[in-house]
């Protein structure tokens, strides 16, 4: 592993657990040249995986990209960070055994939108405003009025299981 310091190859594994969720293992290291110490996460990845943009274009899967766009959507709602991290954990591992190599975005956008549904209300209405493209408060309105249909209907998890825990 290459220090971030003063980039040398020669870095040494001074500590190792797995994490909370135990979904991978930190890794404490120290450079003996320079002396810095960094931590490093691994886990484990059953393929490689290619987005396939709308545009056509392909790219590879970014978990932290992933993680990021989930973490935007949540700002400033209280959501533990491990409920974030077993839904980021959960997606990764739906892609990888799905069978596929290649994964439309459009697909991976559908499964963060069923996640935060489940996760927290405001969220979800604003990945649903980047992801759809809103333009107008009718579109808001619209998803307002699928949440509403779905909590009437019994679709949406109880008040319990929210991020207000």
Not at 54 to 64: A, E, L, M, P
Not at 107 to 119: C, T, W, Y
């Amino acid at each position: 592993m290459r220090c971030p310091y003063c980039g040398s190859l020669d870095t040494q594994v001074k500590d190792s657990r797995p994490t909370d969720d135990s979904a991978s293992i930190r890794r404490r290291r120290v450079c003996p040249d320079c002396g810095g110490r960094f931590t490093t996460f691994e886990r484990v990845q059953l393929r490689e995986l290619t987005v396939v943009k709308r545009s056509g274009r392909r790219t590879v899967f970014d978990r932290d990209k992933l993680q990021t766009s989930i973490e935007v959507a949540l700002r400033k709602r209280a959501v533990a960070p491990e409920r974030i991290e077993r839904m980021v954990n959960g997606i990764v591992r739906q892609l990888e055994s799905s069978g596929e190599a290649e994964i439309a975005s459009s697909a991976i956008g559908e499964l963060v939108m069923e996640g935060l549904k489940a996760l927290d209300d405001v969220a979800y209405v604003r990945f649903a405003s980047v992801y759809k493209n809103f333009r107008e408060a009718r579109d808001f309105e619209e998803i307002l009025g699928q949440l509403n249909a779905d909590e009437e209907v019994g679709e949406a998890p109880a008040p319990s299981a929210r991020a207000d825990d």
